[in-house]
């Protein structure tokens, strides 16, 4: 065995020496022969020609004895390969026209497949991922609802679904540290938080139940990030303090490198490496106060518990909460969601609809590559009829064939993976800013094993028809014809079939690229309902210790919005709880003076707090009444302002200026009561979003929001602003961090990189698979001219006109591109559904678009058929009749 | 590996008054001419024929493939040496394995030639 082995690779990798102990052997195997025959008396000659007789054909031998030595198969390849190339370099335009147009669609699905790898197919980095869901509640208004803490309390006690259960809620501080202060983003978790993703510090270890009491929570779990760049890694960080919002917290733990953020809805940190700290959650209040909302939950399923059965129990257990706390706990649903599903399912179809667009420009490049190969397989008829009629068996000239295809596939695929590797890279930075896992999109082994499987694929797709085909040559008929060889009406068909089909793909990638451009350029010129050009925005974040009344708060940023204001360039400046098309979500339910609400919470709104400046920095139109004043402070009557949404839901077609609700249950006295002042115009929550919600604002001075953000509007470039904005606060608290500087430009941008991104990508696909087609319709047409080259010239000694022939060529063309064209639009009609939820504001059978697609491939066909139809009518009559 | 009949691909090249050899024979002739000690391809032949006192013959195109994968099987080896009119010339030499598979085959035609012996008298 390692002797046959040992004699196989010394034969195939020492080739040349054993050829030359071959040669040799044999020559001495003649000569001793020829001695021979000399002894017993003959001539040199005679005994030379003895030899050779019975020596018999010394290549034979030759080729006999490499058989034995095992090694033909591979050496019948390299032969293959050899013979392959120099037949790809004799055609070098072909060949390069060839291995671009693969290695670009090659290279595109590698890239797609990259992010649909790194995002979809990857494992979640926690042990037993699978059994990890996020937990919400559900109503008809509220979808997917962050729980109630003290709900909380009661399933995590209560559940046998669960191996363990968990809350978060987002709470970012500022760590004091040496010049500036620093804004963290954190988390405030309960206790087994970490168990339930299955990590563990790697110093310290995590909050024990002890550390939800209220007053126990002065502790801190640091990121791995964190603990490197702001306490230089040290090793004995665990029970030292640091001041976190000016107080003192002790470090209890620190997590390794690479523990992900699992994402979360309300107040949303996207998934990844994105936190910074966590704090024990402290359940503070009476635990009958079930109205408010904040915490996000999480648990990991026993094993073999479904998350249907999960869902049950969870349902059993609010239907039980609700017969506990009538009123706050009833009206609810539960929501069990896989982790996967909560993190990439709202990205899932958009990248199953880039892969499916992909995929589709690969096969157009297949028919492309057959269609050519097809061609070139009928003008090498005769090499081919001649290596059968001398004795090549089919399947060897299936075999070369089929090799060449896949040196041009492999090459393609080479050159495609460099490709990838820098298109994933500008794809990356091209993906909407909130995409989950982009961090993991790399060029890693399965893409590159993904890149191999498409190459060798797409190569024996494309080259196993032309490979059949040609074998099918007779070869008495090969080398008989005289005439250029001309193709069968079979391979006609075949071929033109290919073009239909790659026309048609092309087609339904067009009107996959106009309905993203349509929906892209609608969101772009959607009116937002805010002017979002030269303003500045920044969030900023007071600490309790230091702000600890509301006054304290109101006058911080009445101050810093009049100092800004006071800004040169500074056109107006307010502050606002939040911004728009953020993902903003707080919502509030109130009671309507006069009215009764039934169901209780159904006088339902967002709510927002701003300042006196927010509107006109935003400049969000005031449509009745007033803006707030500087009056709008406490002990003054209690004010809002209301979008129309809300004016229109609860009080449609009355003037709603002077109405009153209230947020209490029992309204007593006259300050339990909120008049409306203004009614602004609709701000929707995100630019693809059906419509506004009902939403009202509450005068910041006289409901006190630490957490703002601040926005100013300038005459020009808003980043000037920055310094400004800087300075003014820390000449008002210099320990305060400005956080997210960003033109409200970007955040705008940012809430569309999503369509964006699918239109980009989608069109890029749609214009390969154009000019791929292009290509195959041109090469189609130019070869049958080629062909009819004599026919054209006799009808034209025969009187035809120019034009006559012009038509003839372009009336072939079209036979080929209007089926293909009907096929194409009705594919795209009825592939419209996957792509509805994608887009926004035009129909999937948008009949415009339609009619420009149908446009645009009739234009590329007309151009790729023209220049062949020129030649043909250009047909000189005496050159066809001279070669006949 | 495929067997297959090494000279039937020369069949009418034989000469008159030679037989052509069985399936599977040659290799044991070429084992068994090389138990004395080593030997180059063309001795290998010429005392096949002057053994069987020239009723065998084998064909140059047969004897090399054969020797080749004698040598891959590792029943032979073979190495370069100077013969009898001082050329460099391939000896090859039975291994241990090679003289096994001798003693295995020569049994084996034993068997097979008394048992046809047999059915030839007997019937």
């Known amino acids: ?884 | 590996m495929k067997s297959r009949t090494l000279l039937s691909k020369r069949k009418g090249n034989n000469l008159t008054g030679r037989i052509e050899l069985p399936q599977g024979t040659l290799d044991l002739l070429i084992l068994r001419t090389l138990l004395p000690g080593a030997q180059h391809g063309w001795a290998v032949s010429e005392r096949v024929q002057q053994v069987s006192s020239e009723v065998l013959s084998i064909q140059q195109g047969s004897l090399y493939p054969a020797l080749h994968r004698l040598e891959r099987r590792g029943w032979i080896k073979a190495k370069w040496g100077t013969s009898e009119n001082n050329r460099k010339a391939k000896f090859y030499e039975l291994t241990r394995s090679g003289k096994r598979q001798l003693e295995l085959e020569t049994e084996t035609w034993r068997k097979l030639t008394l048992a046809v012996e047999q059915v030839l008298e007997g019937a």
């Open chain 1, 1 to 884: 065995m390692l002797n046959d082995l040992r004699y196989r690779v010394r034969a195939l990798f020492l080739r040349r020496a054993v050829e030359d102990e071959l040669e040799e052997e044999l020559r001495f195997h003649f000569d001793a022969e020829a001695e021979k025959h000399m002894r017993a008396g003959m001539t040199l000659e005679e005994a030379k020609r003895r030899a050779r007789m019975a020596f018999g054909g010394h290549e034979q031998i030759k080729e006999d004895c490499r058989e034995a030595r095992g090694t033909s198969v591979i050496e019948t390849t390299m032969e293959d390969v050899k013979y392959a190339l120099r037949q790809l370099v004799a055609n070098p335009t072909f060949s390069l026209v060839m291995v671009l147009t693969l290695a670009l669609s090659i290279g595109a699905n590698s890239a797609i497949f990259s992010v649909i790898n790194g995002v979809l197919l990857k494992k979640l980095p926690y042990p037993n991922a699978e059994r990890i869901t996020r937990i919400f509640l559900s109503s008809a208004d509220f979808p997917k609802f962050p729980l109630n803490p003290f709900d909380f309390l009661d399933f995590r006690a209560r559940n046998r679904s669960f191996e363990s259960m968990a809350a978060f809620t987002r709470g970012d501080v500022q760590l004091s540290s040496g010049s500036e202060p620093v804004h963290l983003d954190g988390f405030y978790v309960t206790s087994g938080y970490f168990r339930v993703l299955g990590l563990q510090p790697q110093l310290g270890r995590e909050f024990d139940f002890n550390a939800e009491i209220p007053g126990n929570g002065l502790q801190v779990i640091l990121s791995n990030r964190l603990w490197r760049t702001q306490f230089g890694a040290d090793p004995n960080i665990v029970g030292r303090k640091i001041t976190l919002n000016t107080q003192p917290y002790i470090v209890v733990g620190v997590m390794p490198a690479g523990t992900e953020h699992p994402g979360n809805n309300y107040h949303a940190v996207a998934y990844g490496d994105s936190v910074d700290v966590w704090r024990p959650f402290p359940f503070e209040g009476s635990s009958n106060n079930r109205g408010s909302h904040y915490m996000e939950g999480i648990g990991r399923l026993k094993a073999g518990v479904s998350v249907e059965q999960a869902r049950a129990e969870m349902n059993a257990m609010m239907a039980q909460l609700a017969r506990e706390h009538p009123g706050n706990d009833s009206g609810w649903t539960m929501l069990v969601v896989p982790l996967y599903s909560e993190i990439v399912g709202a990205r899932q179809r958009m990248l199953f609809v880039l892969l499916g667009a992909v995929g589709m420009v690969l096969l157009i490049a297949c028919a492309n590559t057959a269609n050519l190969l097809l061609a070139r397989a009928s003008a090498r008829q005769r090499e081919i009829a001649v290596r059968l009629a001398m004795g090549a068996p089919r399947l060897r000239v299936v075999r070369q064939l089929l090799t060449e295809s896949l040196i041009l596939s492999l090459t393609g695929g080479v050159l495609g993976l460099l490709l990838a590797f820098g298109g994933v890279r500008a794809l990356v930075t091209l993906l909407p800013t909130d995409f989950p896992r982009a961090h993991d999109i790399h060029v890693s082994w399965p893409v590159l094993v993904f890149t191999l499987l498409i190459s060798l694929l797409t190569g024996i797709l494309f080259g196993l028809a032309p490979a059949m085909q040609a074998s099918h040559t007779d070869p008495k008929q090969g080398l008989q014809g005289s005439r250029t060889t001309t193709a069968s009406r079979h391979q006609n068909r075949l071929r033109s079939t290919l073009v239909i089909a790659e026309v048609s793909m092309a087609c339904v990638l067009l009107v996959g690229a106009g309905l993203m451009l349509r929906t892209f350029l609608n969101l772009v010129h959607l009116d937002p309902g805010f002017h979002e050009e030269n303003v500045l925005t920044a969030s900023l974040s007071l600490p309790h210790v230091q702000y600890r009344t509301d006054d304290q708060t109101a006058q911080f940023y009445d101050n810093l919005t009049n100092s800004l204001n006071a800004l040169p360039g500074v056109e107006s400046a307010g502050a606002g709880s939040d911004l728009p098309w953020t993902g903003y979500d707080e919502n509030t339910g109130f009671g309507i003076e006069g009215k009764k609400a039934i169901p209780p919470d159904y006088f339902h709104a967002r709510y927002h707090m701003a300042t006196p400046g927010y509107f006109s920095a935003m400049e969000i139109p005031l449509l009745e009444g007033r803006f707030f004043t500087e009056a709008d402070r406490k002990g003054a009557r209690n004010v809002i302002i209301v979008n129309r949404a809300l004016a229109q839901r609860y009080w449609p077609g009355e003037n709603v200026i002077g109405k009153r609700i209230t947020g209490e249950d029992e309204p007593k006295k006259d300050s339990d009561w909120m008049t409306i002042v203004g009614v602004v115009g609709d701000v929707k929550d995100q630019p693809n979003s059906t419509g506004a919600e009902p939403a009202l604002w509450w005068s910041e001075f006289q409901v006190a929001q630490p957490d703002m953000s601040v926005v100013i509007r300038t005459r020009s470039d808003a980043r000037q602003a920055a310094d400004g904005l800087r300075a003014a606060v820390h000449k008002l608290d210099p320990a305060l961090a400005v956080a997210d500087v960003k033109l409200m430009n970007q955040v705008a941008d940012a809430s569309i990189s999503a369509p964006r991104f699918t239109f980009v990508m989608v069109s890029l696909f749609a214009g390969l698979a154009i000019v791929l087609a292009g290509i195959g319709t041109y090469g189609v047409i130019a070869y049958t001219v080629a062909q009819r080259t004599q026919e054209f010239g006799l009808r034209v000694a025969l009187g035809a006109q120019h034009g006559d022939l012009l038509r003839m060529v372009l009336m072939q063309s079209a036979r080929l591109v209007v089926p293909g064209m009907i096929v194409g639009l009705a594919l795209a009609l009825s592939m419209g559904r996957v792509m509805q939820a994608l887009l926004y504001g035009v129909s999937a059978a948008d009949p415009l678009i339609l009619a420009s697609v149908a446009f645009v491939v009739l234009v590329v066909a007309l151009i790729a058929s023209y220049v062949p139809a020129r030649r043909a009518a250009n047909a000189d009559p005496m050159i066809a009749l001279r070669s006949e």
